[in-house]
């Protein structure tokens, strides 16, 4: 077992855990930098300072008090990317009011079981989201719930069935305001501040709560080992309704005085280029997917990106080939490359500055300080020794309280030592760094053979033709499992399955070469981009009858 809970791992700082709320992160960024730009939604030409920031959020939160809502109620925000989502956030945080993050893509059941299981008594909404009407089915949703009573709507103007933001704005009084500040004088970092609940690929999705010193003590390590500072703008495509967006992105960026960027409300590649280089951005964040869009967008090369400098990718596995191209064509040198969940607030392993080329492209970096990690026999529990994979273990300050309402969940994936088993297989290095092999329930097991579709992966993603490429198994009657592959190849190329077959042999040991490949357009994702292979197995086990 690697233990860094108090030792310092090669080239870090070790910032030290802090007592802090939310609140103190933004007090903090009013105090040294007031009128510095915090906030910078392109898509809605608007702009706040700290100051402006502040005082808003101030004001909403008052507006919360006199709906009715009180500390430890729970309200929700089910919304693309948008400065008022950051106004929420902190406003919420004032008052000891629980913020229920609802992926946009929900539709009218996920809503229903998420508001219902959390108890939400008001919602924040977008009007629409690509196609779908999020008012009718919030009001569908609150004419049937023992909790939802108000709805809060994106909108200046009124609107029948909700409170619209103009209306918000104008709800606080004097006395609200005051008990903002009681209120916010009362609030201890160990308070639950959010709950995110997960993607829901089997069943409904399971709330993870999240208090304020995990969030607050993940989002100033990451950024320290970023290295940071007042003078960055970071450009934030990812959505905020996951830890990406909402820890790495606006809590990171606040706790050094910089500034996030929204490109647009949903996630679009030229835009994203676009911005960077409109508003100078130093940094950018974004899962693989987001990367690979852009890198293979056809004006690509219309743009200069000579601001940028360093970002994350997290989210997926990283194909090497795909970092390469971000560090070389898109400028990004100091690109690191981050490991974590949700249930971890949410990143434990991260690349270093002075890691090596290989380090970054090869491995997720190591351990955050004050954290430990293992690697672990799954069926026995064992601590593995190094180079040998298993089941990567995490403990420490940025573990989850544990799944709302849910102790049984939790107790699966929280041992009675704290350890978070994350589900993942992984090997952990001489040097400190971790590899990530690929999910437990995606490894295949082909005729007793054991094989990571990452491995797979990575090769395809060698072939110049490819743009992206996942492989994943399905049950077979004869082999135990057959290996597939859907590949999407770059723009204006054309390539068969069979000759992506010629291609691994000589390459890829024969029972690693995928029995079907399947070129594909798109690939089934999350809001947040990750791919969902679950969806991409089901489509192939009915093909498959």
């Not at 100051?51 to 919304?79: F, H, N, Y």
């Not at 629409?128 to 909108?155: G, H, M, P, T, W």
């Not at 500034?259 to 964040?285: N, R």
Request: proline fraction near 5%; hydrophobic fraction near 40%.
């Amino acid at each position: 077992m690697l233990n860094h809970h108090l030792s310092i791992a090669s080239g870090d700082t070790l910032p030290p855990l802090e007592n802090k709320c939310v609140n103190d992160i933004l007090a903090q960024a009013v105090k040294n930098y007031p009128e510095h730009p915090a906030v910078i939604s392109v898509w809605q030409q608007r702009t706040l300072n700290f100051k402006e920031l502040d005082e808003l959020a101030k004001k909403v939160a008052a507006s919360i008090l006199e709906s009715g809502i009180l500390p430890g109620d729970r309200v929700g925000i089910w919304s693309a990317n948008r400065f008022e989502w950051v106004l929420v956030q902190f406003a919420v945080a004032k008052i000891g009011v629980i913020l229920v993050n609802i992926n946009p893509a929900y539709q009218l059941n996920e809503l229903k079981h998420v508001v219902e299981h959390s108890g939400c008594k008001a919602i924040f909404i977008n009007h629409f989201y690509r196609d779908k009407d999020c008012l009718d089915l919030a009001k569908q949703v609150k004419e049937q719930s023992q909790y939802l009573k108000s709805i809060f709507i994106f909108n200046d103007e009124p609107i029948d069935g909700a409170i619209s933001w103009g209306q918000l704005l104008e709800m606080s009084g004097s006395k609200s305001l005051a008990e903002v500040d009681r209120y916010t004088s009362a609030i201890t970092s160990d308070q639950l501040i959010s709950i995110q609940y997960t993607s829901g690929t089997t069943g409904n999705p399971k709330g993870a709560t999240l208090n304020h010193y995990n969030m607050v003590n993940n989002a100033i390590q990451i950024i320290s080992r970023l290295k940071l500072s007042a003078s960055d703008r970071i450009c934030v495509p990812v959505p905020l309704f996951h830890c990406f967006g909402m820890v790495l992105g606006i809590l990171g960026a606040f706790s050094v005085g910089a500034a996030v960027v929204f490109p647009t409300e949903v996630f679009d590649p030229e835009s994203c280029l676009a911005t960077i280089d409109s508003e100078s951005c130093t940094t950018l964040y974004g899962v693989p997917m987001m990367f690979i869009a852009m890198l293979n967008h056809p004006k690509f090369d219309t743009f200069t990106l000579k601001s940028l400098r360093s970002g994350i990718m997290g989210g997926a596995p990283c194909p090497a080939e795909v970092l390469r191209a971000v560090m070389d064509k898109m400028h990004a040198n100091e690109m690191s490359v981050a490991y974590g969940m949700t249930e971890t607030s949410p990143i434990s392993f991260q690349t270093r500055l002075d890691h090596s080329f290989d380090q970054r492209v090869e491995t997720v970096g190591s351990v955050l300080p004050h954290t430990q990690a293992k690697i672990v026999d799954p069926q026995t529990g064992e601590t593995l020794p190094l180079g040998t994979a298993g089941e990567l273990c995490i403990k420490g300050y940025l573990v989850m309280p544990g799944y709302w309402q849910n102790p049984e969940a939790t107790a699966k994936v929280i041992d009675t030592d704290g350890w978070m088993h994350t589900g993942d297989l992984a090997i952990m290095l001489v040097d400190g760094c971790l590899s990530i092999v690929g999910r437990m329930k995606e490894m295949v097991i082909r005729a007793g053979e054991n094989i990571f579709p990452r491995e797979i992966e990575e090769f395809l993603h060698t072939i110049p033709q490819i743009a992206e490429a996942q492989v994943f198994g399905i049950p077979d009657e004869l082999y135990g499992e057959q290996l597939y592959a859907w590949v999407r190849v770059k723009n204006n190329v054309t390539m068969t399955p069979e000759q992506l077959k010629e291609v691994c042999k000589g390459n890829l040991a024969s029972f690693k070469i995928p029995k079907v490949f399947r070129i594909v357009n798109e690939f089934p994702t999350t809001a947040s981009g990750k791919v969902q292979k679950f969806r991409m197995r089901e489509i192939e086990m009915k093909r498959a009858g």
